[in-house]
């Protein structure tokens, strides 16, 4: 529907996900609980939301992942068990030992999370009905198991597509995959958002060097990317290797070891993209490239402060080509600005320059606006710190949707 | 329109005001230019935008005030000379120049304001023209010039009621009358906005005196206001007194100090209130309340915060009793905060107590968001730190309204 591919990649080798419906009230007739899992054991690193009102999943996922392994995943969407205090955190360890049993794994090895209206409690016994049923599948793979394909659909809330990316390289001979979904639409914002992803490759990493590469791979694409300025309660990116330790591994100076991270890089940054793409009511996919700051973290702050902007979103929306919204952002971001050094290019046209307008006639701006992409470029001329930022428009929809989430 | 009677409450003594149209293509056919005047020089205070880009107008009031007197304030709409850089200044400066010879004052006492779209210049010979037409008619003052009914009219963009208050008193058996009028409407938050406000009293004050009054005035009413997040280039709150300094004078400890601060406090939540409410497209005045912070500063970056949020605010538009949005938004907002001690009430109706549902019908709590009125109290049960915000929901209208703003 929005330019990704019905095809959906095979996941790495001894990985099998699957998804199916168990009946959570606020997803009537759609696949609602998913189960990610690995032959063996894994190296298991994670990324979780910023925000103090942490979901219980989180907190059971950040506990489980201190030994470093993991060896399934298990999902729900349609209720975010956030704001569920004391009986959230019991169904959450619950959800992972029923899992657990059902795989014939540790409930260490397991993770969780959940995505969806906060406030309310899991539906405990159709969770536990649901899981059992995707273990069997998982325990009796077909063709769907292998792909990952129905366990990234289920994931989803208020996106409108599916959001796979994988990449292959072969390193000595030996093919390694790394493969990722995400949930995107609402609540998102740098430092993660109400966004679920998980990364799962068939390379050999250690633990610690898996903390390492996702931390590179995390900083360009999730924690650039703002659709709404809200930061979840339930941010979590899981990395699962299940690749053997005992034979080669991935490592500094290693063969393949600047592909893999770049690999990993680029199925972030895809996802990330879509993400973007596919936010909530969205009807342009924003690329905002700030340039000639004093520093990379001041781009970003310059980066962030115009991606959620309400006023901003809503030209881009209008395909308004209103420059001074863009500039009058910039200058509230809390960075040191000369204002009459900003130079700013809307879908490639330059606007303004040196805080002034070029005088480009507004129908033409307008008509560099049209179309589903559209890259907004700043220059602030007083430095060379720069940063990409994922983001899309705020549309009439947007507000819709979220005015009838629930009621 | 909203609650705001047509009655416009008569200027203090010795003031002036009148409004015309000059011919701003933003506004067509619309009332675009104003001026302000007192008979006598009055001593002037004023505050404005803390964003980094600052409009020209902005820049030669902050000059003008540095003498501490003013006798006139020449205001557009329409344009907001922002974005223009050194052609923009010199127009602003010939504003207060050609104010001051039509009424015959000196040009550093006269203010200048203006609102509107960013990046495009003011057309100078009309303005000049209107300018040189106000000033006869408040040479010849009749009973609209001494309403102000007419400027305050002229300074809206797109609001949707003229925004006046005004409150009398009487110190030693003296009239002392306190008069606002205020634009609003978008690009509405803390540490001001795309607010104007006027302020003017007949009451004898010294300018530090009014300085700190003014402070006093905006911490609880103009910094507590929050439409959409976003800080315009040309907030500007201007405060005139024109009252005899060589007679009886306001001041601590003399009669009468206690109840002008009063009322000016008053005039200035009036207005604050009455912005948030005609906030663009909304459909619902919020007044936030936030208790149990550990200091007043963090109350108020809680309420900011939930004021904030794209999803809170799309949530009240509609009538979706959405708690856990709120509590999630409270975790972003980079306050100490323990999520299990949060209470929530939306409406009158405690709808989560210690960071878990109360168990209300989702139905129940719907019907209590009815109206155009909406309270919300939130207890972080923490302290005795606390803060109200004046704020309103996010409506399809909003993003229609700023989609087309100039296209």
Redesign the interface.
């Known amino acids: 529907m929005r330019g990704i591919s019905r095809y959906s990649p095979p996941l790495p080798e001894g990985f099998l996900a699957t998804g199916g419906r168990c009946g959570i009230a606020a997803k009537p007739g759609k696949k609602d609980l998913a189960v990610f899992a690995s032959l063996q054991p894994c190296v298991a690193v994670g990324m979780f939301t910023?925000?103090?009102?942490?979901a219980a999943p989180v907190l059971v996922s950040e506990q489980h992942l201190r030994g470093g392994r993991a060896q399934a995943i298990v999902i729900n969407s349609g209720c975010?068990n956030?704001?569920?205090?004391v009986?959230g955190l019991a169904d959450a360890r619950a959800m992972c030992a029923w899992t657990a049993r059902a795989l014939g794994i540790a409930t260490r090895h397991v993770l969780v999370a959940s995505t969806g209206?906060?406030?309310?409690y899991l539906p405990m016994r159709r969770v536990r009905r649901g899981i059992e049923a995707l273990a069997r599948r998982v325990a009796h793979p077909g063709r769907e198991e292998r792909s990952g394909r129905s366990a990234a659909e289920t994931i989803l809330t208020t996106d409108t597509v599916r959001k796979v990316a994988s990449e292959e390289l072969e390193i000595r001979g030996r093919r390694v995959r790394v493969w990722g979904c995400a949930k995107g639409a609402?609540?998102i914002?740098p430092q993660l958002a109400t966004m679920l992803v998980v990364l799962l490759t068939d390379g050999a990493i250690t633990r610690s060097l898996a903390t390492q590469a996702l931390r590179v791979a995390v900083a360009p694409s999730f924690h650039c990317l703002s659709v709404?300025?809200?930061?979840?309660?339930n941010d979590s990116v899981f990395f699962l290797a299940n690749g053997d330790l005992s034979g080669p591994r991935l490592g500094p100076g290693r063969p393949g070891w600047g592909r893999f991270q770049i690999a990993l890089n680029s199925v972030c940054r895809q996802l990330a993209q879509c993400i973007a793409a596919d936010g909530e009511g969205a009807t342009k996919a924003v690329t905002l490239t700030i340039r000639g700051a004093r520093s990379d973290g001041e781009a970003r702050r310059l980066a962030q402060t115009v991606a959620?902007?309400?006023?901003v979103k809503?030209?881009w929306?209008?395909?308004?080509?209103?420059?001074?919204?863009i500039?009058?952002?910039?200058?509230?971001a809390g960075v040191?600005?000369d204002?009459?050094r900003?130079d700013v290019a809307i879908g490639g046209l330059w606007l303004?320059k040196?805080?002034?307008?070029t005088g480009v006639p507004?129908a033409k701006a307008?008509r560099a606006m049209r179309g589903r992409s559209l890259p907004i470029t700043i220059d602030v001329h007083q430095g060379v710190g720069r940063a990409t930022y994922f983001t899309c428009d705020?549309?009439?929809?947007?507000?819709?949707?979220?005015?009838?989430?629930?009621?």
């Open positions: 910023t925000n103090r009102c942490k975010a956030a704001g569920t205090s009986r209206v906060i406030g309310e609402g609540m914002h709404d300025g809200d930061t979840s309660t959620g902007s309400f006023l809503s030209a929306y209008g395909e308004d080509p209103n420059w001074g919204r500039w009058a952002a910039l200058g509230r040191p600005l204002p009459s900003v303004a040196r805080g002034v307008s507004p307008h705020l549309s009439p929809e947007y507000v819709r949707l979220n005015a009838d989430y629930r009621t």
